[in-house]
């Protein structure tokens, strides 16, 4: 079973209201939904997943909590297209938790997990066109290594893409611990020993497969231009290099407007129009009790005045 990371701070920190229209971006298998249907008895609930188990996982489980949800199998970036479909302009809560479930860690037939052998694939989507067997097995060297070297932060990444390809020129690589004896090959024994050391080289991998960072950017300012005055986003990153996308804007919108900076009085139309709730880690319990939330950071946002193009439409 898939277990909620920070799953009591999210749900406390998006402060629900009973009539609210909240959205999970991230629906996977129901863990954040289920509490805040819980809550918003008179509200609505709008969940967006592209992996059809744990939608049809999730449809039972939200069933037996009410029927004010709608689930949508679509990507998080098409949410503010999806909704405005449903007439839906503002929304009181949005969560993102940008991590892949345990199921699909778990079941190695997803082929997302260095730790099961399986057939590579890590597609979120099982209709997605590209899997992580073609990015192994077509991609360039050069497109391998920029690849596990952005998206892994990978320091040995050249030797694993030049090796890859010296594997594939003999056959093709179909198995993800075929994949991992590779990358132990391609870095020193002391690499190999602490953690496991194909982990940077998959994330990169799924990165890729998955389109993960290139539509993280526009999601999160499609998500904030949806938000209502006191509606608040929860977004969970994993990793560094969504977590610097996620500050990064955060960052923009809750500071004052570089070009009134120096004056005396700030217009109102140059204040942030949001502000910082929480930037915070997993307790201690947290991580006692599961070990994958140890990379995990919560990001919570509140908009606190309309943009001005918003008051005068």
Sequence with gaps: MHYSVMLNEVIESLNLKSDGIIVDATLGYGGHSSRILERIKSGHLFAFDQDIEAIEFSQKRLECLGTNFTIIKSNFLYMKEELLKRDIQKVSGIVFDLGVSSPQLDNKERGFSYLHDARLDMRMDKDGSISAYDVVNT????DLYRIIRDYGEE???????RNIVHAREKKNIETTFELVDIVKHSMPYKETIEKNPARRTFQAIRIEVNHELDILDASIRNAL??????????VITFHSLEDRIVKKIFKEVTNVDKVARSLPVVPDAYLPKFKTIIDTAPTNEELLENNRSRSARLHVIERIREDNNEKES
């Design 139 to 142: 991609y360039s060297e050069s």
């Design 155 to 161: 320091k040995y990444a050249k030797n694993i893409a």
């Design 225 to 234: 231009s949806m938000l209502e005055v006191n509606g608040r986003i929860a």
